[in-house]
């Protein structure tokens, strides 16, 4: 199932957010959204994920998806968005519980998913007692639970220290290895859009238009050798140099309002 | 206070502590001090009351007021009473926060229910609901109903702008979570407003429950031969004291239980926080 953004123009009220944004994600494949702040990547990723409508244009879904998907195009949000009030277990059923999947389904569906994630353990447990990385390993598994075609990934490591980032970046690489499921993914860094994406499209500032697409010429078990750093490294700097000024006059912009 | 720089030259390798500066600003619980404070005070008074320092017609002692209460109880009178305004008080709380909570969600969810809801009740939640009394009773007759529709007036608006306030207040990402997952729109009301809104429906029931013992006491004085109120306001007209002070007691202490079952309603509903 591929995921298209089409001609996709945004405003909120007299300001233009995005501007006649189109692309493909194609059947299991990794496309990150980086641009300066303020470009509309989030606007742009609820646009995509039907939590938003788009002042212009449209996203479509093309092809049939994958038979046991339950929610085809799935969130994983930055702040987790965990029910406060529900353990683990319940989180990560939540979303299961108006579907006509039966209680041993649905505890078969969940275990698979906390076993995944490495959360088995963590079953009863509340989300104020874990740490940001495990709360967002439960925001993952909750997504699983649903079977995803594509995930729809809002900047899911920003919110965690720079270790934490990079376990559950292994994570992600890991639970996209074996192609089957696809990904939006935004976020501001960009050594996380070179490591996990296959191609990166770089938004200008407000309003955000596709700059450039940049493909990632190596596949993800390639990149986590040694010899792919320099090669990683000069594709984040060939990005960063695309977004730079403009995320320099973002920045004044955001100071100044 | 600023540390003042040191008058004399300081030789480079002596060492002085940092001095503490984040003391205060931290209260704690302070639970066995309150109880203290609170023996000491009734003491006091017992003392002034024994001592004939102050007349007891104008402040009867502790114990004159626990054998009031304790002659009310063997009387049977007491029970009379309380049962009275406890019939009112749980009647007309519960018909008004039932009303208050389902105009809140109203409210909280529903654009049209806001527009109108929030106009009524800023124009209509100021009025003191005991000022309605006499036209309650002019619609309703004299008997229980208008007391229960007093009470039942001051817990709807209380609990309807608590209720309201705490839809209001459930984060948005948490809805738009479950709308991402196709949740249907009952589901999301159940399993997300309901629950990020309880705190907040929670600390509406524990104000309603004194605006309902405020009022009952009020509806009673006006117009009622038993309850609490009446009799406060029978034991006042004739001087008898200890008795309106047995009454006063007797509300504290309901005030104070409908507060403790608040407390265990909220250790239950609400251990996740």
Not at chain 1, 31 to 58: D, F, H, M, N, Y
Not at chain 1, 187 to 199: P, Q, S, Y
Not at chain 2, 60 to 82: F, T
Request: glycine residues 10%; neutral net charge.
């Amino acid at each position: 199932m591929d995921l298209i953004a089409d001609h996709i123009s945004h405003r909120f009220g007299a300001l233009d957010v995005l501007d006649k944004v189109s692309f493909t994600v194609a059947a299991g494949e990794v496309v990150a959204i980086v641009g300066p702040s303020g470009c509309g990547k989030s606007t742009l990723l609820s646009i995509l994920g039907g939590l938003l409508r788009p002042s212009e244009g449209r996203a479509e879904l093309r092809g049939a998806p994958p038979a046991d998907s339950l929610n085809p195009l799935t969130f994983v949000f930055q702040d987790f968005a965990l029910l406060p009030w529900c353990t683990v277990e319940a989180n990560v059923e939540f979303p299961l519980v108006h579907t006509a999947l039966s209680a041993a389904q649905r505890r078969a569906v969940v275990d698979d998913a906390l076993r995944r994630t490495g959360l088995a353990d963590f079953r009863s447990a509340y989300p104020k007692q874990l740490s940001g990385g495990m709360r967002q390993r439960v925001g993952i598994a909750r997504a699983l639970a649903v079977r995803p075609a594509i995930l729809l990934m809002d900047e899911p490591l920003s919110a965690l220290d720079s270790q934490t980032r990079e376990l559950l970046m292994e994570d992600f690489i890991r639970l996209l290895a074996d192609g089957t499921m696809g990904a939006v993914y935004v976020t501001h860094n960009l050594e996380e859009a070179v490591r996990l994406a296959d191609r990166v499209v770089v938004l200008s500032r407000r309003p955000g238009r596709v700059r450039e697409v940049v493909t990632i010429p190596m596949t993800r078990d390639e990149r986590g050798g040694i010899d792919a750093r320099g090669q990683l490294l000069t594709l984040q700097n060939q990005l960063w140099s695309l977004i730079r000024d403009e995320a320099i006059d973002a920045e004044r912009e955001v100071q100044h309002a | 206070m600023l540390e003042r720089a040191p008058s004399q030259q300081q030789d480079a390798s002596t060492s002085r502590p940092v001095a503490f500066r984040g003391a205060g600003f931290t209260p704690g619980g302070g639970r066995v001090s309150g109880w203290i404070a609170l023996v000491l005070v009734i003491a006091l008074w017992q003392l002034a009351g024994s001592a004939g320092w102050v007349n007891p017609l104008f402040l009867p002692p502790p114990s004159a007021i626990a054998v009031a209460i304790y002659k009310l109880a063997m009387s049977g009178a007491l029970w009379q009473h309380v049962s009275a305004s406890v019939v009112r008080i749980g009647s007309g709380w519960l018909i008004g926060s039932v009303l208050g909570v389902i105009t809140g969600f109203a409210i909280g969810l529903s654009t049209l229910a806001r527009g109108v809801g929030i106009t009524f009740i800023s124009a209509l939640f100021p009025i003191p609901k005991i000022a309605l009394l006499p036209l309650l009773i002019l619609w309703l007759g004299i008997g229980e109903e208008p007391k229960i529709a007093t009470i039942a007036l001051g817990v709807f608006f209380s609990t309807a702008i608590s209720v309201y306030s705490g839809v209001d207040a459930v984060p948005r990402n948490l809805i738009r979570m479950a709308q991402s997952f196709n949740v249907p729109f009952p589901a999301i009301v159940a399993r997300v407003v309901w629950p990020g809104a309880l705190p907040s429906i929670l600390a509406g029931f524990r104000i309603t429950a004194s605006v309902a013992l405020l009022l009952v006491v009020s509806a009673e004085m006006i117009g009622a031969q038993f309850g609490i109120g009446a009799f406060v306001l029978q034991a006042g007209n004739l001087m008898q004291t200890d008795q309106l002070l047995a009454g006063v007691v007797i509300l504290s202490l309901f005030g104070l239980a409908v507060g403790k079952a608040i407390n265990v309603l909220e250790a239950r509903l609400l251990h996740w926080r």
